[in-house]
């Protein structure tokens, strides 16, 4: 059974950076198209981030320019840097493939930014 496991959230004031790290069981990172889904407070999960296994990627207007989606195919592994960050960034944050696969949705990790 696929399932990814995210890491990195924790506290930051606003301005501060985060990074978030994807991992995954049951599959190989480097050959899915790829994204970040942020789930805020009393919101439903969106997607955030996106890259291709070729390494295109996309963001929502919503963190273009602050947050930066990538890959190290070596590692398997896929991160969301995530700079000058916002008290609205709050929120659990997810990584899964495009499409995502049934039942592989992983804990999230938690990104708190406040003052």
């Known amino acids: 059974q696929v399932q990814f496991v995210e890491s990195g959230g924790g506290f930051v004031q606003p301005g501060g950076s985060l990074r978030l790290s994807c991992a995954a069981s049951g599959t190989i990172l480097k050959i899915l198209y790829m994204g970040w889904f942020r789930q805020a407070p009393g919101k439903e999960r969106e997607l955030i981030a996106s890259?291709?296994?070729?390494?295109?990627?996309n963001a929502a207007d919503s963190v273009k320019g602050r947050f930066t989606i990538s890959r190290d195919n070596a590692k398997d592994m896929v991160y969301l840097q995530m700079n000058n960050l916002k008290p609205e960034d709050t929120g659990v944050y997810y990584c899964n493939s495009i499409p995502q696969i049934t039942g592989s949705w992983g804990q999230g990790t938690q990104v708190f930014v406040f003052s």
């Open positions: 890259i291709t296994a070729g390494g295109g990627a």
